[in-house]
Every structure is written in structure tokens, then in C-alpha cells.
């Protein structure tokens, strides 16, 4: 079903709470249990194994809920969605704090069961840019945009767009979160999701670099949203 036709009510708050709940366990577990596995430093097993992690829970989270609340299970998804009309303002807010306190929750699931082995890895809180690019913030800055950005491109493309196809858009998100976490995690952590950092961040107490993983996701998901709509996803709405 497309966003667009979405009728919002509170179950869909509930759902975006349930969902963000799932990243934000299942994700972060990845990057506790990779580190356990594979060892603190980086590994080709590591990134894959976090990669597949992030990814397959987006994929099955889309298919669970995003007949009933579109699956934004990310800020910088619904704010360009906000800002483009495919959702109310009030609803929009509504899905934040949900996705906040599902965050939120989850986070403080793993500190509750993996207390000491989370700790090592601040429970899955990235951690700013890497030493590969030199611990720049405009780098970080730029990546964490651009890959939100292409990452609300899909979602516009395979989602929100009338003419795309039908029960693929799970898979195709979820092939780019896959993918945005198998380059990025050794750059910058990969974020492109503020409440997937902000509840980690909060329950760690690790607030470092915070401030980019909600200006940039944001800043990157509002361009790709406006063109997306205004380029493509507007002109398929008129030729009906």
C-alpha cells in the first residue's frame, strides 16, 4: 500500500514505537555480539554481520508495519514526509516521539541483559568520525547526509511513488540500509537515523559528535524528500 494512503491513527504511533523498538535492539545487538565475536577491531565479518543485522530488521519491519503506518522508523524519513505533506504535522510529531521512546526502550533492554558487554560498545552509539577520515566532522557531516539522502530517495521511489512496484519496497530499503551500513560503519558508524542513535546516546550517557547525527540525517532526507516529491512522485500524482 502506498504511504500515501495511509489513514493515521494511534495504532500507528504504537507501530512506529514497535518498530524503532526492533532497529534499535536488534541493530545495536549486532554491533555487541559482532564485537564479542569478532573482536573490538573492525573485520570484514564484523561490518557484515552489523550490515546484515541493520538492513533485515528495517526489511521485516516494513513488511510488518508499513501497512499500517508507512514504517517511517526514522526521523529523517518523517520529516521530509511532514514537509512534503504525505503526513500531517501533529501525526508527524506523534511519530517522532514514538519512534524516540521505542528507541529509547530498546536501548535500555540491552543494558538491562547485556550490561557489561553493551557498555564496551556504549550500546550500539556511533561514535563520530573515524580515524579513516581523519576524524573530520565535514566529512562525517557529508557522509551521514548523503547517505540519507539516498536512503529517502529509495523510500520516495519504491514507497511513496504510485507507479513503483508493488511488495518490493521492503527489500529494496532494506538492501540500503544494508548497504549504507556495510561502507559506513567504519567511517562514521552509520547513523542516517537519529532516534537509532539518540536512544543508545541516552542510556550510555555517550553524547559525543550527537549533534550530527540529527543535522545531517535531517538535512540529507529533506533535499532527497523535496525532490523526489516536487520531480517525480508529484508528477505521477497529476497524470493520475
Do not use: C
Amino acid at each position: 500500500m502506498s504511504i500515501n494512503a495511509l489513514l493515521v491513527n494511534p495504532r500507528a504511533y504504537l507501530a512506529e514505537a514497535i518498530a524503532t523498538y526492533a532497529l534499535v535492539f536488534f541493530g545495536p545487538l549486532s554491533v555487541i555480539l559482532a564485537i564479542a565475536s569478532f573482536g573490538e577491531e573492525l573485520t570484514t565479518q564484523s561490518v557484515l554481520f552489523i550490515s546484515l543485522g541493520h538492513g533485515g530488521i528495517i526489511a521485516l519491519m516494513i513488511y510488518a508495519f508499513g501497512h499500517i503506518s508507512g514504517a517511517h522508523i526514522n526521523p529523517a524519513v518523517t520529516i521530509p514526509m511532514m514537509i512534503t505533506k504525505k503526513i500531517g504535522v501533529t501525526d508527524g510529531v506523534a511519530y517522532i516521539a514514538s519512534q524516540i521512546v521505542g528507541a529509547v526502550a530498546a536501548a535500555a533492554t540491552l543494558m538491562a541483559i547485556l550490561p557489561d558487554l553493551g557498555a564496551k560498545v556504549n550500546f550500539g552509539t556511533q561514535g563520530g568520525p573515524s580515524e579513516l577520515i581523519n576524524h573530520s566532522v565535514g566529512s562525517g557531516f557529508a557522509i551521514e547526509a548523503i547517505l540519507t539522502f539516498f536512503l529517502v530517495t529509495v523510500i520516495f521511489m519504491t514507497a511513496v511513488h504510485k507507479r513503483a512496484s508493488p511488495g518490493w519496497h521492503g527489500f529494496t530499503i532494506g538492501g540500503m540500509v544494508f548497504l549504507i551500513h556495510l561502507i559506513a560503519v567504519p567511517l562514521t558508524g552509520a547513523s542516517v537515523n537519529p532516534a537509532r542513535t539518540f536512544g543508545p546516546a541516552l542510556i550510555s550517557g555517550f553524547w559525543e559528535f550527537h549533534w550530527l547525527y540529527w543535522a545531517a540525517p535531517i538535512l540529507g532526507g529533506i533535499i532527497a524528500g523535496l525532490i523526489m516529491n516536487y520531480v517525480f512522485v508529484k508528477k505521477a500524482e497529476l497524470e493520475g
